[in-house]
């Protein structure tokens, strides 16, 4: 694609609680004409208004909680065509051409997985044209098609997909996630007061984070981001300010670098005794089989060992019978690079924890990431503890040189 | 197309308030279910859950009340689409495979005229494929797509134009539209408590009694079932019951037939006097440009009369300086075959406002209908007395031999 030289081409994307209503709609547009006139083309991704998704779903499950998969995803993108019109109403009355595409106008070609669509390709000229005629091209987020037209969603968050993965097909200048949130912190400013908002992140670092309850940015638009090399920012759509997450790569330092701490509440820890290799490798492929995603997996003494959300507990149960399951646990991850190579970091943790006397339940290491299971009572006082402990509040990232 | 001998194809139309809520969308799907069971193939239109348009409108005209067409089209179809994906969860849920189609998937090809697209052109094959899968075909109303794939609606009440089309296209052996009142009236029923219901009425008088304000069946959707003679009913969404429409040449009876009396509120009475040929075409031209309706168009001695909805009052006014204009007046339609050639209908008609000293300001009569101005206050009064000297509570249409 040619740009030209002073244009730059911004895909901006706003979530559901950032158009909630009409005059959250107005401010929104305001935001867009602003960076429309300075030259750039536009590009406007845009959720349901807050709450709209939820109500078309409990509409759909109040008639059954089974419902098809097609007429689930049939019913629910309504809400995005709803959003991305009065958009285009608004940017027009305040005197800005727009135009606003869903469904089969955006060319977004998805496989007929109903509810947590792949997007497959993308055939960018129904937005090209929109964009050459001068006018801000405002599109749904969350939906594509599959190749025989149905209409297909792609799962929780999936406006973010879509905005990555438009502005990897466009080849976009910048692609700008505008959230409630200001920007991406060191760990969540709700259960962390001293949280503090980092300029720059790693595309890495974001891809753990996302990967583990950090819920700013879908995990598969970070992936399609980091595979594509899509210049990202987390914004807030208050401010206007936040983080850009950069395509350096991290492992280029030879220190440590901790981006934040991610947690997820509702883990299980799942521990099979006595078990030969022919049983663990049946367990992982019948765990593997029923879509159950688990983490912290380790196999030691005889003895299968992982972590899982609770919501699986049904499902785990009928694997196999002699599961020993701890519920009420919480995951702790302080996510960063070279991690694994610097005793201090975990020594960090675990000496800090133990002054609090909460238990280590299980812990496990990687590059990027040190995860912990600990009593979900103690998840508040933990993450602070670990979080002033590395005193990310104050440093720039860097930890240990 | 070739339609398997004990097999009919047949479209069933369900207005708003026909699904108004979940219970009722449960309803419809028995009904629809049990016009399956007897082997019949079935593809059934809907419109927006009642309310939904009205909120949808609301919401743009929140923002501006001069919305762009295309965007207000975009938004609107959102009601159809979450109607078609809720009633075929329902209809699912109960054990019957249902699919449904919207948008560009409908394959109904309009015009680019925003708000009120004329249909160009059906493609039924992803009906058909529906059909041939052996499930119900749920089709949103009052939509389609123009030749560049832009969403567009075709008016108010727009859903019925879809299902007789689609009955054209498909050439469905039977369109039966479901309303919230019991089919044809001879009146109705809400001014006339005798209004009858009719078994039968001829396709050209429903022709006339759907441009004359008698809102069961959208005019359009008329004139395309009387062009392409698609055999339609309307039916009682509660009790199934109705009137058949028939295509029978009601020119062919040498006896005056009536079959009904439709209203038109909000009228006014313009007169121009004083003018000449010239001026009196460059007015009627001027009308005309500006998309304005009249009725009971009158030219006599130098004086140019017509009736027109009190809606255009502010574009009247801008034509000629010297109109004047009577507001606050009712439009009376009696509406059979045959009726210019007997004086004794016009008779009876002046007769019985003559009784009541009901004023007729102007009357004007074709072979199809005769139609009175009167003031609005007299509505009920006059109405219910024409119903009454008819004796249309009791007859079988025939009226004069």
Same mark, same amino acid.
């Given at each position: 694609?040619?740009?030209?030289?002073?244009?730059?081409?911004?895909?901006?994307?706003?979530?559901?609680?950032?158009?909630?209503?009409?005059?959250?709609?107005?401010?929104?547009?305001?935001?867009?004409?602003?960076?429309?006139?300075?030259?750039?083309?536009?590009?406007?991704?845009?959720?349901?208004?807050?709450?709209?998704?939820?109500?078309?779903?409990?509409?759909?499950?109040?008639?059954?909680?089974?419902?098809?998969?097609?007429?689930?995803?049939?019913?629910?993108?309504?809400?995005?065509?709803?959003?991305?019109?009065?958009? =285009? @109403? +608004?940017?027009?009355? %305040?005197?800005?051409?727009? !135009?606003?595409? &869903?469904?089969?106008?955006? /060319?977004?070609?998805?496989?007929?997985?109903?509810?947590?669509?792949?997007?497959?390709?993308?055939?960018?000229?129904?937005?090209?044209?929109?964009?050459?005629?001068?006018?801000?091209?405002?599109?749904?987020?969350?939906?594509?098609?599959?190749?025989?037209?149905?209409?297909?969603?792609?799962?929780?968050?999936?406006?973010?997909?879509?905005?990555?993965?438009?502005?990897?097909?466009?080849?976009?200048?910048?692609?700008?996630?505008?959230?409630?949130?200001?920007?991406?912190?060191?760990?969540?400013?709700?259960?962390?007061?001293?949280?503090?908002?980092?300029?720059?992140?790693?595309?890495?670092?974001?891809?753990?984070?996302?990967?583990?309850?950090?819920?700013?940015?879908?995990?598969?638009?970070? =992936? @399609? +981001?980091?595979?594509? %090399?899509?210049?990202?920012? !987390?914004?807030? &759509?208050?401010?206007?300010? /936040?983080?850009?997450?950069?395509?350096?790569?991290?492992?280029?330092?030879?220190?440590?670098?901790?981006?934040?701490?991610?947690?997820?509440?509702?883990?299980?820890?799942?521990?099979?005794?006595?078990?030969?290799?022919?049983?663990?490798?049946?367990?992982?492929?019948?765990?593997?089989?029923?879509?159950?995603?688990?983490?912290?997996?380790?196999?030691?003494?005889?003895?299968?060992?992982?972590?899982?959300?609770?919501?699986?507990?049904?499902?785990?149960?009928?694997?196999?019978?002699?599961?020993?399951?701890?519920?009420?646990?919480?995951?702790?991850?302080?996510?960063?690079?070279?991690?694994?190579?610097?005793?201090?970091?975990?020594?960090?943790?675990?000496?800090?924890?133990?002054?609090?006397?909460?238990?280590?339940?299980?812990?496990?290491?990687?590059?990027?990431?040190?995860?912990?299971?600990?009593?979900?009572?103690?998840?508040?006082?933990?993450?602070?503890?670990?979080?002033?402990?590395?005193?990310?509040?104050?440093?720039?990232?860097?930890?240990?040189?």
């Amino acid at each position: 694609m040619v740009v030209c030289s002073i244009m730059a081409l911004i895909i901006q994307k706003y979530g559901g609680t950032s158009i909630g209503d009409l005059q959250k709609v107005d401010a929104v547009a305001t935001r867009i004409i602003q960076a429309k006139k300075l030259g750039n083309k536009i590009v406007v991704v845009v959720s349901a208004m807050a709450g709209e998704t939820r109500r078309l779903d409990n509409l759909a499950k109040q008639i059954t909680p089974q419902c098809n998969p097609r007429e689930l995803d049939a019913l629910l993108v309504a809400g995005e065509q709803m959003s991305v019109a009065l958009l =285009a @109403i +608004a940017l027009i009355n %305040k005197g800005c051409p727009a !135009v606003s595409l &869903s469904g089969s106008q955006l /060319g977004i070609i998805t496989d007929s997985n109903h509810n947590a669509a792949q997007i497959l390709k993308i055939d960018p000229s129904n937005i090209l044209q929109v964009l050459d005629s001068g006018k801000i091209c405002v599109v749904a987020g969350f939906q594509g098609v599959d190749a025989n037209g149905n209409t297909t969603t792609l799962g929780f968050e999936g406006s973010d997909t879509t905005a990555v993965a438009l502005a990897a097909a466009l080849q976009a200048d910048e692609c700008q996630i505008y959230t409630d949130v200001p920007g991406i912190h060191t760990g969540d400013p709700k259960i962390i007061p001293q949280a503090r908002q980092l300029e720059n992140i790693n595309i890495q670092q974001m891809l753990e984070l996302s990967g583990l309850g950090a819920q700013i940015l879908h995990h598969t638009s970070v =992936a @399609i +981001a980091e595979k594509h %090399k899509v210049p990202l920012k !987390v914004l807030s &759509s208050a401010t206007g300010d /936040g983080t850009v997450i950069n395509h350096d790569n991290g492992n280029n330092y030879n220190f440590s670098v901790i981006s934040g701490i991610a947690c997820n509440k509702k883990q299980m820890l799942v521990t099979a005794k006595n078990i030969n290799y022919k049983l663990s490798n049946n367990i992982i492929s019948q765990i593997s089989a029923r879509d159950i995603t688990i983490d912290m997996l380790t196999l030691e003494q005889s003895a299968l060992v992982f972590a899982v959300d609770s919501l699986f507990k049904a499902k785990i149960n009928n694997i196999y019978n002699d599961f020993l399951v701890t519920d009420g646990l919480a995951k702790i991850s302080v996510v960063g690079s070279n991690l694994r190579s610097d005793a201090k970091i975990i020594n960090t943790i675990f000496a800090t924890l133990d002054s609090l006397e909460i238990e280590i339940k299980i812990c496990s290491t990687s590059e990027m990431r040190i995860s912990i299971l600990i009593d979900t009572i103690y998840l508040e006082q933990a993450v602070n503890a670990i979080h002033g402990a590395f005193n990310l509040a104050e440093l720039e990232e860097i930890i240990t040189a």
